[in-house]
């Protein structure tokens, strides 16, 4: 009896640590930009990265250092550029706004240069969990699933359910969840939502269930069936781009 109860103790301490619905996604701000390097100039565009890093600029912004994940197959995008801004009103309240002014004059050389590396830039806003959430995964992390859906007319909300249902099943069968954002302002992604893995093998690992236990948690979590997973989200969307990507020191 002892030797069971221990053996159950062992299992739960070896489980994976879940985060709840409620740090998978929330009410924080973020800036998300994508960046497309001209032709040729990835490298020199990783480098200025760095040399920004590097620099006082952020510290003389006032702002965390961003989030930088490198394409590595999917989108057309070369990096991924995640800024923690909290609010509306606190990134654009005068002080901070006065702040980030001076450190881009100082700096304004540097940001000029890299600048012209962009072949394609955009910007997008999006609330998700809380910055040291992010923040934490992120640092935890080597390995990056990103998927980002436009929504089919009146289906924005539907489309944020269903990613929700779709975390359920994830827990439910022993995977990763994912991270939602979704839509404030910028670009025509509504939903958007990121896997943080330690590698691309943890990623790729098959989920230790067998069919007919995940065909029973697709159910519970909401869905027709398992196959239903991949038709329902399909159902609600207009376009779709996964990427997979890593970190970048």
């Known amino acids: 009896m002892i030797k069971q109860i221990f053996s159950v103790f062992v299992l739960l301490i070896c489980l994976p640590v879940m985060a709840s619905g409620e740090e998978l996604e929330g ?95 955009e910007d997008h806003f999006a609330y998700g969990p809380a910055w040291s959430t992010v923040k934490n995964a992120y640092a935890a992390n080597d390995f990056f699933h990103i998927e980002m859906f436009e929504a089919a007319p009146g289906k924005a909300s539907a489309l944020l359910e269903q990613r929700r249902m779709e975390n359920t099943y994830l827990e439910a069968t022993g995977q990763t969840p994912n991270m939602i954002f979704r839509r404030a302002a910028g670009s025509d992604v509504d939903v958007f939502t990121i896997g943080f893995h330690p590698s691309l ?20 979590a909401g869905f027709k069936s398992l196959a239903d997973i991949s038709f329902f989200l399909r159902s609600l969307i207009s376009g779709h781009h996964d990427t997979l990507a890593t970190k970048v020191d």
């Open 201 to 220: 093998v943890a990623f790729a690992a098959p989920a230790d269930v067998t069919i007919e236990e995940k065909e029973q948690e697709a159910k519970a």
């Open 27 to 121: 009410d924080y701000l973020y800036k998300v930009t994508t960046i497309r390097a001209a032709t040729g100039a990835l490298a020199d565009l990783l480098e200025w990265e760095a040399q920004l890093k590097a620099s006082e600029y952020y510290d003389q912004a006032g702002q965390a250092h961003p989030l930088l994940m490198r394409h590595s197959q999917g989108d057309q995008w070369d990096l991924l550029i995640i800024v923690p801004m909290q609010s509306w009103s606190e990134y654009h309240s005068a002080e901070a706004t006065q702040q980030r002014r001076a450190a881009a004059a100082r700096h304004a050389e540097l940001i000029a240069a890299g600048q012209k590396l962009f072949a394609f830039y």
